[in-house]
């Protein structure tokens, strides 16, 4: 019986939450956003996760948190690296239409620090490393809801890691300099949007 009044309470919020004429859904301020941006290339594979918390501030400008998480893989030829890290940061975002969450194109721009480690095989040496980076970017985006409260944000992002910190050491223990290929980037992706 508890198990049938918890779900029930959960779908009655739910349905609160998710119905368009519902007081709760007609002033969306937050969104909780979550997806990913991903590039494939002649010697690149990428692939980012991130999610986002998104507060708007006027009917044109928001400010969000995001917390990513990068996957790559670089191979041309003679130098292979794969990778992955974590980032944290913050971005804003200006909504053209002036409707804010709602409905409409956005430009927006982030800045995230980043703590990635790698594995590289250059030729027949292998080693791996770790950077801390600062990751600048631009996006641009629409926001598409199927109702009030869902929707999708396609997006495009072009960015660039600025490393300030790198330990790179071949697996014979010799140290390598700085390695690694993270650099400037052109992303697409969606964002899945859920805001209230």
């Known amino acids: 019986m508890k198990k049938q009044c918890v779900i029930l309470l959960c779908v009655f919020a739910l349905f609160v939450v998710l119905c368009p004429g519902s007081s ?8 909780v ?7 494939l290339g002649l010697d690149l594979e990428a692939f980012v996760r991130a999610v986002e918390f998104e507060t708007l501030l006027s009917d044109n400008l928001s ?4 917390i990513s998480a990068l996957d790559y893989d670089y191979d041309e030829s003679r130098y292979e690296e794969d990778g992955d890290g974590i980032g944290l940061g913050a971005g804003v975002r200006y909504y053209f239409s002036g409707s804010g969450l709602k409905q409409g194109c956005y ?6 620090f980043w703590d990635v480690e790698y594995d590289f095989q250059e030729y027949t ?13 631009a996006e641009v985006g629409y926001h598409i809801m199927f109702n009030d ?10 960015g660039n890691f600025f490393t300030f910190d790198e330990d790179c050491n071949y697996s014979n223990g010799q140290s390598c ?19 209230f």
């Open 33 to 39: 956003n979550a997806g990913g941006w991903g590039v």
């Open 125 to 137: 040496r292998f080693g791996e490393g770790d950077l801390k980076a600062v990751n600048v970017s």
């Open 149 to 158: 409260n869902i929707g999708i944000v396609p997006n495009a992002r072009l």
């Open 24 to 31: 709760f859904a007609k002033d969306q301020k937050y969104a």
């Open 177 to 195: 300099g700085d390695n690694s290929e993270l650099g400037l980037y052109l992303v697409l992706g969606v964002l899945f949007t859920f805001a």
């Open 63 to 66: 400010i969000l948190g995001r």
């Open 107 to 112: 430009l927006g721009g982030s800045l995230e």
